[in-house]
């Protein structure tokens, strides 16, 4: 395989995937809900995921898809090419806010991180990494992140998590708010990942991400040195959902030693 | 005074403090460190409230300035054109980031505000309103804010208001996280209520904003009815740092009655 011509049709796609999007804001979205009021669902995200497995298997019929809203067939081994995509992670965002929603897509080798991207639809952001080869925002390389105290941190995690919960000891995660110079909380794991990648946070959490949501930035993470695991250090697993956290390489194991304890 | 030639003064002032700020990128930022870790402050925050000074008191001698750099004379009172202005609010987005910090400027005529403006420095978006002829973003007249219940807002509210600290019952603001469909903080107040009066954002609050943080932001909820308050749902004092919210109107009261207990 060719990895520079995969890449060319893939951030072709994506674009193309964008295009459509921002196109479609002139119709009515009809919004549903899935399994709860915080998970909405539009038939926009629908048709783009449509648009995506059409057109990969056009380009390649032994390519498969593991997307969010499953329209692809099941994926249960990551033998062979294995594209990993949500059409639009933050959902909320982009019924709401018309903004701050990505495209995320890894595109996996016998389970190896090859390409990844995170395309900011409204913005025309493209960032993106060839592993081996680098990472890049739009035409920019990304550089290695740089090392900063926890003190010197800003990190995105959302208030759910200082607040008593299941899955974490939200006591830590308080000590961690209090510690760091600044939280944020965006609303889409893509665009969280994307500004750690950048530099723009240093840090990022959460108790429950599907593979979609992050297999593109894992993979452009590992070009800048950021540094993914599951909370309890752990790799990360392309085939189920778990915790995750990604964070600048100075940091990352600080916070998991003094500030994550996990629960269940 | 003809508040359409002012607005029209006020609006190419902004802009072209805007263009200055994306023009200085080029250049290194000097960063200082205030009273706090936190608040960090740059030559660039102080040069923009310099420009603003000097242009404004060639436009009007009369007119005073309160600013959060102090650079103006000390203004103990509201008699008059008195301008509220933070040349950069959200310093550490603009220092870390290069994003999501705006100019917030607020005119006000013997304390009534009259002209009300939030600008996107990086994507060159203003949010503006004149006193009772209404708001517009960019060149959209903003509408009247829809009714939602409160399970279906999305809420501006930092992690720390969720833990423990001595001005509100955390637990109850817990509560109020716990009811809504999501929580967002972005790390600039004025960003969050410009959200807040595109519908973006149903509510914004913290728990210490300054007159400068605030007083552009004011002046447009007004013209969408959007409500703003104290956290005890008292008036802004344009003159002293508060708690502060700012809401849809059918959130407001049941947000200050059932999940705000202020503690000092």
Known sequence: MDINELNQFAQQL??????????????????ETKSNPNDLVTNIDRETELFFIERIQAFNAEHRILGEEGMGETVTDLNGVVW??????????????HRHFMISVGILVDGVGKLGYIFDVMREDLFYAIAGQGAWYNDSPLRQLQSLPIEEAVIGVNARWVMQNEQVNHEKISDLVRTVRGTRSYGSAAMEIAFVVTGKLDAYMSMRLAPWDIAGGVIIANEVGAVTSTLTGGPIDFLSSNHFIIANPSIHDVILRDYIEVLC
């Open 84 to 97: 990993i995509l949500d059409p639009i992670d933050g959902t909320m965002n982009f019924v709401k806010q």
């Open 14 to 31: 994506i674009r193309e995937a964008g295009q459509r999007i921002r196109d479609a804001f002139s119709y009515d979205l009809e919004i």
